[in-house]
């Protein structure tokens, strides 16, 4: 007989009630074993990860571990089991090849937010990821030692090229689409062959199958004063800042929201506007409202061609002009179990970047007694403290609290977290490290029974500028290591879909915006978010004859409290500031030393890997 999800999480709520805490429910995958990636609901920061952080946090609760004994010691404790602390303790095994090393990682599977989604249907296996997706520019972008890591990791950036069919969709006849709903634009309504160029794009400018941005435009539902005021931000826009240098548009640039560059400088009505609201929210978690208008530029936002400005960052172009498409089907998430198969090789079988898409895990061989390296999940780390030549390390896993010792401590965890744990950290570099406040962000896994509602309506991809959901598209069509994408419309898809709880014309800065959408987001039963996902997917493709209650086949909502790391926000920050900021936060105290992309102020994955580079250099 088949549990439905209702049923799974009433019999959560029982056992509760019984006394039993969630993890003993959630650690079973489907068929028996322990396999968190087969786990759909509520992932991400799931039941069990987060609640004894959050009494340090919140309730100031102190775990008093120091007079507990040592079960274990180590060369290296990392705590975190992401990208940046599976790399460190790669890194650091590598000048260490018989070092003892442990992992402490508060969720039930490691990776962080490198996160696999897997799912069965219509007889297959369906892929996703429900994290990092992806090496985001890495020809232009990469260091010595990423590459060098990746290298011997066998992973050969030049293999995503086949892996990747860039024509799939475009091959289809397949455009992009904008959805504008009743509530602020008067009816739901889907416009597709959208021209508009991405950030990070997988489909080349001359494949989006679009229309001419007059004919796009024009069928928006707006007036005709606010069409023909939208097509000439992007067919003939003004210098509108004419009288100013360089210099001073610049500076102007990086001080207004790219919102009120819109309403102030161009003249667009606040409904015209509308449209762009959640442009950014994908690509840097925050609507335009809380995005600098000089950062709107830098990746390609309308406005800006007529007002003579420097050339745009070597960075930024590098966003704009390599394809986004180094990616496994799985996203980042295959580098994570990478890391892992190299760190501990009984896992799972293998040697190459292809054979890992499917390699079976074996998660009992991660934490076995004899192996150098171990990694133990659902372990939280509540206390890390320099003693003499060491660093004590006090966890609670199963409700039991722990200490462990190791000569050395990388903290690849959330650097905000960092002044809860380490007991010798100042005060002033508290005060750094909890700047890097995380944006909150959902990436939701739908696997749709067929995806014939997309082809009847000419897309594979939707931009929904004021609901929830901003970026709905069917999966990357990634093929490799034995997995096919799927191709035939009439067959079973994932579903990426992004929801990113901005506040929007709040007033708020980027960071109380980060908070308040954080404590929204705990507020959001899976219910709640279950009930958004199928409103919003009936809206946008009823018409194409999507019904929700028979063609929705899984859903896993990877809810992720703290996403992405903060960055210098020109709006907000200080330039030189941040970076004072960002310098003391990441500084070694004692043996322990500081990784994560949150130490970069960058939520890519090779500023992980970075960091943790650099954080192995500081212990020795």
Known sequence: MDITRRDFLNGVAITIAAGMT?????QAAPDGRYY???????????VGSFELAHQMGWEKKVFDTDKLPISEEYDLVVVGGGLSGLSAAWFYREKHPKARILILENHDDFGGHAKRNEFSAGGRMILGYGGSEAFQSPN???????NGLLKKLGVDIKRFETAFDRQFYPGLGLSRAVFFDKENFGEDKLVSGDPTPMVADDIAPDQLNARAIEDFINDFPLSAADRTALIAVHNAPRDYLAGKTTEQKTAHLETTSYRDFLLKDVGLSEQAVKYFQSRTNDFMALSIDAVAAYDAYNVGFPGFGAMKLAPISEEAQAEMEEPYIYHFPDGNASLARLLVRSLIPAVAPGNTMDDIVLAPFDYARLDQPKTPVRIRLNSTVVSVRNVGNAVNIGYNRGGQLNQVRGKHCIMACYNMMIPYLLR??????SHALSQNVKFPLVYTKVVIRNWQSFQKLGIHEIYAATQPYSRIKLDYPVSMGGYDHPKDP???I???MVYVPTSPNSGMNARDQARAGRGRLYGQSFEVLEAQLRDQLQRMLGPGGFNHETDILEITVNRWSHGYAYFSNSLYDDSDESEKLMTLARQPVGNVSIANSDAAWS????????EAYRAV????
């Open 424 to 429: 010798d950290v100042s005060a002033a570099q």
């Open 603 to 610: 939520a890519y994955a090779h500023a992980a890997i970075d």
């Open 140 to 146: 232009h972008l990469y260091s010595n030692e990423v």
């Open 36 to 46: 968190p990636p087969a786990l759909t609901g509520l992932r991400g920061s799931h």
């Open 22 to 26: 969630p993890l003993h429910i959630l």
């Open 494 to 496: 994932g579903l990426h």
């Open 617 to 620: 250099g500081e212990v020795g």
């Open 490 to 492: 009439t067959q079973p």
